[in-house]
């Protein structure tokens, strides 16, 4: 299918690897140009190497996006984009019982207020060129709580709360906002989790993939190239009645009617 968007501009965050790789992947495949961050130089410059191949222009930003510094560079380089898919690291597991403040604070200003500011910086250009696609990489962890990751169950509803409300008001000038929210992905961040488990409950990381997998209708994880085709078809032209919507991507996982 021709996703109608080679020549357009996206910027995508947290995409040297994962998740976020794989939507820079779909979006440089449809012919989109590419500003993609993330922190660790080595990484971001082979996947912008990688992405050059698809015959896109490609410029990277090293840095964290969770930062001030961080933000203002990715959004310096990224100028007018026409397509935003925002995306950083998820919060580490651990207990409502021991979480301070500040890690609720580190949680939310990385899960959810560099969204936030990244659409506000960005939607304005967009809404006066009259089109514009906002996707925000979220969580399963939106509609069904993980218990472990309750700083990702926190910052994630206010993003959702955020995105609910204001998706409507920039959907006239042509703007489109929704969440793609993965259940369990083949990518470094599952493989930590895995070993989490593991090691908290003395068994090894395979044992613990293993009794992931029977959670899985689909009996298997996720992969990014299939995360990515989601997420680019999100950014094209034939999704702009969308507005506003919170897409399970989890293999069945998540038992509900509706
Ligand atoms: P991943 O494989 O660990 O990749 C994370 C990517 O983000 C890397 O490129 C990393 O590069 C970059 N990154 C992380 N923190 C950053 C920051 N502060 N600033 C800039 N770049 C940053 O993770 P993933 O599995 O793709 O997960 C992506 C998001 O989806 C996370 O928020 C995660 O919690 C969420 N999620 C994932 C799953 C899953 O099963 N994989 C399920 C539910 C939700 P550097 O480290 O070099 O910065």
């Not at 979006?27 to 191949?53: F, P, Q, Y």
């Not at 919060?91 to 990244?118: F, V």
Request: aromatic share 4%; glycine share 12%.
């Amino acid at each position: 299918m021709d996703l109608g968007i080679k020549g357009k501009r996206a910027l995508v965050t947290a995409a040297s690897k994962g998740l976020g790789r794989g939507c820079a992947e779909a979006l440089a495949a449809a012919g989109v140009d590419l500003v993609i961050n993330a922190r660790g130089v080595e990484a971001l410059e082979a996947t912008a190497a990688d992405l050059r191949k698809q015959g896109v222009s490609v410029t990277t930003v090293a840095g964290d996006v969770t930062s001030e510094a961080g933000l203002q560079a990715v959004l310096a380089a990224a100028g007018a984009v026409d397509i935003l898919v925002t995306n950083a690291g998820g919060p580490p597991p651990g207990s409502w019982e021991t979480w301070t403040r500040t890690d609720y604070i580190k949680a939310i200003e990385a899960n959810m207020l560099t969204p936030i500011a990244l659409m506000t910086a960005l939607m304005p250009g967009m809404m006066e060129r009259g089109w514009g696609r906002v996707v925000n990489i979220t969580s399963q962890s939106v509609k069904a709580p993980i218990a472990a990751l309750g700083l990702s169950n926190a910052a994630r509803a206010g993003l959702t709360g955020f995105v609910a409300g204001t998706a409507r008001q920039v959907a006239p000038k042509g703007v489109t906002i929704n969440n793609l929210l993965p259940g369990i992905h083949d990518t470094d961040r599952a493989t930590a989790l895995d070993g989490g488990v593991a090691k908290a409950r003395g068994i090894t990381t395979d044992q613990a993939r293993t009794e992931r997998l029977a959670t899985i209708p689909a009996r298997r994880y996720g992969t990014a190239a299939e995360f990515g085709a989601a997420c680019a078809f999100l950014c094209s032209q034939h999704a702009g009645f969308i507005v506003g919507q919170n897409i399970l991507l989890d293999g069945g996982a998540m038992n509900s009617t509706l």
